[in-house]
């Protein structure tokens, strides 16, 4: 489904990947991917376990090298960058944990609070205070300051985990299976909140899931990983109507769940 409300810019290429393979010994789990994503675009890894999603994030952000194939993040090739333009570069990746990865011994202000004093050493007080309120704001949880995560909802910790990537601006999100373990209500309220991020932030992303409606709801565009290689990209329609038998039966299997 074709979403609108982003502003898509198609002349820049937030994230590109050219002939990327990843073998682990025997084991090839990319086999020649090519991927873009637009400012602004949002778009949505779909595979099934074990295809290769966390692999192919692990090298966005450097924490793989490729085999082979060009992968460039925000105009920098990512393997070829020393630790400190790595470093520099990921300041503008947040990156939305599947579990959310709160301290659970801060409070929710203190978590919020940690990135920023971690990165920048010379914000004062009341920068500190609207950075926390503003993105605590942007997620809907402006009331939870105080509160500590065993005290939220598993919804609510994926928001502030959410709002805790945002605090640095970032201009890339990566979302691993944002939906996983939430009831469908709770699910909607995060998919609305991903398309939010993107319109408040103009955010460029990219969603791993296999949750179809998760895809559905968020998407510019779905990838689909299959068998180490994006057997499809284009919008959700289009990807479905393919008549490929392995695109028909991962939408058969994970439409009935
Ligand atoms: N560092 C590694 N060394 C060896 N094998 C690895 C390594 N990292 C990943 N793999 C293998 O690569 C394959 C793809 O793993 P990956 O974690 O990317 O799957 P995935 O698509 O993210 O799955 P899931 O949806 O279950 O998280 C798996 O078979 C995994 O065991």
């Given at each position: 489904?074709?979403?609108?409300?982003?502003?898509?810019?198609?002349?820049?290429?937030?994230?590109?990947?050219?002939?990327?393979?990843?073998?682990?010994?025997?084991?090839?789990?990319?086999?020649?991917?090519?991927?873009?994503?637009?400012?602004?675009?949002?778009?949505?890894?779909?595979?099934?376990?074990?295809?290769g999603k966390?692999?192919?994030?692990?090298?966005?952000?450097?924490?793989l090298k490729?085999?082979a194939?060009?992968?460039?993040?925000?105009?920098?090739?990512?393997?070829?960058?020393?630790q400190?333009?790595?470093?520099?570069?990921?300041?503008?990746?947040?990156?939305?944990?599947?579990?959310?990865?709160?301290?659970?011994?801060?409070?929710?202000?203190?978590?919020?609070?940690?990135?920023?004093?971690?990165?920048?050493?010379?914000?004062?007080?009341?920068?500190?205070?609207?950075?926390?309120?503003?993105?605590?704001?942007?997620?809907?949880?402006?009331?939870?300051?105080?509160?500590?995560?065993?005290d939220?909802?598993?919804?609510?910790r994926?928001?502030?985990?959410?709002a805790?990537?945002?605090?640095?601006?970032?201009?890339?999100?990566?979302?691993?299976?944002?939906?996983?373990?939430?009831?469908?209500?709770?699910s909607?309220?995060?998919?609305?909140?991903?398309?939010e991020?993107?319109?408040?932030?103009?955010?460029?992303?990219?969603?791993i899931?296999?949750?179809?409606?998760?895809?559905?709801?968020?998407?510019?565009?779905?990838?689909?990983?299959?068998?180490?290689?994006?057997?499809?990209?284009?919008?959700?329609?289009?990807?479905?109507?393919?008549?490929?038998?392995?695109?028909?039966?991962?939408?058969?299997?994970?439409?009935?769940?």
């Open positions: 489904m074709e979403n609108n409300a982003h502003k898509i810019d198609y002349n820049e290429k937030a994230i590109s990947i050219k002939g990327l393979y990843k073998s682990f010994g025997e084991l090839h789990v990319l086999k020649g991917i090519d991927l873009e994503v637009h400012k602004g675009e949002n778009v949505v890894v779909l595979g099934k376990s074990g295809t966390s692999v192919l994030i692990k090298i966005l952000v450097g924490l490729p085999d194939g060009v992968v460039q993040v925000l105009g920098k090739e990512v393997d070829k960058l020393n400190k333009e790595l470093d520099a570069l990921r300041l503008h990746i947040g990156f939305a944990f599947q579990s959310s990865a709160l301290y659970d011994s801060m409070d929710v202000r203190q978590n919020l609070e940690f990135p920023l004093l971690m990165n920048f050493k010379n914000l004062s007080k009341a920068e500190v205070k609207d950075s926390v309120e503003e993105v605590l704001d942007a997620v809907g949880l402006i009331d939870k300051l105080n509160q500590m995560p065993s939220l909802s598993g919804g609510q994926k928001r502030i985990g959410i805790r990537t945002l605090i640095l601006k970032p201009k890339i999100m990566l979302y691993d299976e944002p939906t996983s373990g939430l009831d469908p209500i709770t909607f309220e995060i998919n609305e909140l991903i398309n991020v993107q319109e408040k932030y103009n955010t460029s992303s990219i969603i899931t296999h949750d179809l409606t998760c895809a559905k709801e968020t998407c510019d565009r779905v990838a689909m990983l299959l068998d180490g290689t994006f057997v499809k990209t284009g919008t959700f329609e289009e990807v479905f109507e393919d008549q490929d038998e392995r695109i028909q039966s991962f939408y058969n299997y994970n439409f009935i769940k």
